[in-house]
């Protein structure tokens, strides 16, 4: 197959074995690749009602069809598994270098299935693919790791490129990231899932490059698609000098940045940790560039740590959605201190996400007394105070005491256990915090965060954009009528961006029919527009049925109380909250669902998903007794 | 205080002379009009990044909200202010 490898390794930890299986070429045609393949073999392969965190979970590490590619942006890899911390399907997304190493070296995915008795590194060079022990590793934090990996190897011909867990992975905190050149695939706990199998580090080594099925044609297209993002003003510019941070102050003026746990006010002190900040602050006047593999965006600048004890040690960012959700939302507003936090997490292993949304959340039932100094590891946790915040983000990191425990295992255990009126404030959907946009700012934002099945996405699809910064893509953030049509389409444009693996932010200038074009040019499949599209569609179909299977339906598509009833109190969207429950049934409907959003026979079979129905019928039986009850 | 009160957001900054503004409303005074009293606090690239006066154009990529609407939802350069208002501009963003 051009484009693809056509290849896919399956490492069973139990057995101790290696095999290198071929993908069927009708499959990588009605699948493509990332989101929609994974989650093809996961609702297969793995059973319904299984623990996340046991030997019958498989994790899908699988690059995209344009991974590795010309393709401008072809650089990531997807995550994909039974999520424990959601219990859902989950895929996480990550840039870098390791997924086009892993296409040079001739495979699309790795499948790793079982459990290993004790820890191993995985290496792959071209065809030689190894399991090593690596009880020396276990308990390293992933830069130590990588160093290690990469002195184990001795010399060789390129450098490695190596994926790694932390201590956090290795705890299985249900926080657990995936890190892999400084980039992070974080959300949904995918590295408790490597942990629990006692995957250290997989490294790659590889010499080949995709075959392309028309070079000459698909180099046009690179050559003009990326002198377009060279001159968008948001890829060559903001992007590119401010980082994804560019967009801090346009989420603040709107009330939607994240602050003191969601509070609904605008941040005072956002002016310190804004793009425009961390260019100068941080990022050598935004030019200390670090950019993924083949992208002219160069979005991920890097940053030189002078702190006592981490002088000269780089950390790539911090994101928005870090600064956002560990900074802000925690009310802290100092830069240096949130690269620092950024560092340590990364290091641990940890999503600095979902670790914001939950030390904010612990801090608000700190201040409402719901919790005492027995749970903070004798912290005043309280919103704002610096030493507080990084004593809590290294007991998350170490696992330490109750508020270590607390926070690597999430928001909804957390609220769990404290009780009172915590689940109605804690700030997420399925057991996923949300990412760093308040869902009251706009109904397709709340929309697209209650119906995602993985829980409060940022990228699935990311329509805050739509509603408030963008000026040529623009809908009405107040409107309910509208948003159940515009959250179906832009969701499915979003899952094609996760079969092909290309980062979102091509997405700024370059669109759908480009893509199209990349693929035809790369692959020789040939596809017609509707055709594409419909691999969009179907990778989400199969997620949704995936947690259909699991349970999940209308009673999960839901946001926590505040957020339908207390306004938010700032900016230019001051005074809404949010009304999923106005949306879903029109969204269930011209999705093809039934009304309690499980995807119908019809629909499946429709999709060409019609060995997913008879998975299906106990979800369905299920529902409709709870009605009948 | 009657009048329109402005918010240039982030990167905007750069092109004007304050990060804020209030002027005293005018009669029938719209955006354009705004603008024209803004270019006399702006940068000599405020053409470029904001607004045209030579050929009476937005710069397609930046938003211009009045309260928490967004001028293409209204009637563009031509939306007319009252008292109060509050119009927040904002630079091409994207990111997340």
């Given at each position: ?118 820890p191993v590194h995985i290496h792959i060079q071209?065809?030689e693919?190894s399991l090593v022990d690596a009880k020396d590793l276990w308990?390293m934090?992933?830069w130590q790791t990588v160093e290690a990996v990469k002195k184990s190897l001795g010399t060789t011909?390129?450098p490695a490129k190596v994926m790694s ?35 250290k580090a997989i490294s790659i080594i ?424 | ?96």
């Amino acid at each position: 197959m051009k484009g693809i490898c056509g290849r896919l390794i399956r490492v069973n930890l139990t057995r101790n074995s290696i095999d290198v299986e071929t993908i069927d070429k009708e499959v990588a045609r009605k699948y493509l690749g990332g989101k929609a393949l994974a989650a093809y073999y996961a609702i297969r392969e793995i059973t319904k009602g299984i623990d996340p965190l046991g030997p019958d979970n498989n994790l899908y590490l699988f690059t995209g069809t344009l991974t590795g590619t010309p393709a401008p942006l072809g650089n990531r890899t997807v995550a994909a598994t039974k999520s424990p911390l959601t219990r859902t399907f989950t895929d996480s997304y990550m840039g870098g270098y390791w997924g086009p190493e892993l296409k040079f070296a001739g495979y699309d995915g790795i499948i790793l299935e079982g459990a290993s008795p004790e820890p191993v590194h995985i290496h792959i060079q071209d065809d030689e693919i190894s399991l090593v022990d690596a009880k020396d590793l276990w308990g390293m934090d992933t830069w130590q790791t990588v160093e290690a990996v990469k002195k184990s190897l001795g010399t060789t011909k390129r450098p490695a490129k190596v994926m790694s867990i932390g201590q956090a992975g290795e705890r299985k905190d249900l926080l657990a990231a995936i890190i892999a050149d400084a980039r992070a695939a974080a959300r949904g706990g995918v590295g408790a899932v490597m942990g629990s199998k006692k995957v250290k580090a997989i490294s790659i080594i590889g010499s080949k490059r995709p075959q392309l099925h028309d070079q000459k044609g698909m180099m046009a297209l690179v050559k003009a698609q990326n002198a377009r993002l060279n001159k968008n003003p948001v890829t060559n510019d903001a992007l590119r000098y401010r980082g994804t941070p560019n967009i801090l102050l346009g989420v603040n003026a709107v009330g939607a940045l994240p602050y003191n746990n969601f509070s609904g006010d605008e941040n005072p002190g956002a002016d310190q940790i804004s793009g425009e900040a961390m260019q100068k602050t941080l990022w050598n006047d935004g030019k200390n560039w670090h950019p993924c593999w083949n992208c002219v965006v160069k979005c991920t600048h890097y940053h030189v740590l002078e702190q006592p004890g981490f002088e000269g040690k780089i950390d790539d960012g911090p994101e928005y959605e870090t600064v956002g959700l560990l900074g802000s939302n925690c009310g802290i507003n100092d830069p240096k201190a949130i690269a620092l936090a950024d560092y340590l997490m990364d290091g641990y292993g940890l999503d600095t996400m979902s670790v914001g949304g939950t030390i904010a959340f612990l801090m608000d039932c700190y201040g409402r007394g719901l919790i005492g100094k027995d749970m903070t590891n004798g912290l005043d946790l309280k919103f704002g105070d610096l030493n507080a915040w990084m004593a809590a983000i290294n007991a998350a990191g170490k696992g330490e005491g109750n508020l270590g425990r607390l926070i690597a295992n999430g928001v909804v255990k957390a609220a769990a256990e404290i009780g009172h009126d915590s689940m109605d404030f804690a700030p997420q959907v399925k057991g996923l915090v949300f990412p760093a946009y308040d869902p009251r700012s706009g109904e397709g934002t709340a929309l697209s965060y209650a119906r995602c099945e993985r829980g409060a996405d940022h990228l699935k699809p990311w329509v805050f954009h739509m509603e408030w910064l963008s000026s040529t893509q623009r809908v009405d953030p107040f409107t309910t009528e509208d948003k159940p049509a515009l959250i179906k389409m832009v969701s499915e444009g979003s899952a094609l961006f996760d079969c092909l693996c290309v980062c979102r932010f091509a997405g700024n200038e370059l669109n759908t029919e480009d893509f199209l074009a990349l693929v035809n040019a790369a692959t020789g499949f040939n596809y017609t527009y509707p055709e594409f599209w419909a691999v969009g569609e179907r990778a989400i179909n199969l997620a949704r049925a995936f947690g259909a299977r699991e349970g999940f339906g209308r009673a999960q598509d839901v946001l926590p109380k505040k957020f339908n009833t207390v306004p938010l109190r700032e900016g230019l969207a001051k005074g809404s909250v949010a009304h999923v429950d106005r949306m879903l049934p029109k969204y269930y409907e011209i999705c093809g669902w039934d009304d309690n959003g499980v995807p119908t026979p019809e629909k499946l079979r429709e999709l060409g998903l019609g060995f997913v129905v008879d998975e299906l019928k106990e979800a369905v039986r299920g529902a409709e007794a709870a009605r009948a009850a | 205080m009657p009048g329109v009160s402005i918010k240039i957001v982030g990167y905007a900054r750069g092109f004007f002379d304050s990060p804020s503004y209030s002027f005293i409303l005018s009669e029938g005074m719209t955006i354009r009009g705004l603008f024209l009293e803004l270019s006399g606090h702006a940068g000599p690239d405020f053409d470029r990044a904001i607004y045209d006066i030579k050929t009476d154009r937005m710069n397609e990529h930046i938003a211009v909200f009045v309260n928490s609407k967004e001028i293409r939802a209204l009637k563009g350069l031509d939306t007319r202010l009252h008292d109060g208002d509050v119009v927040t501009i904002l630079p091409p963003m994207a990111g997340g």
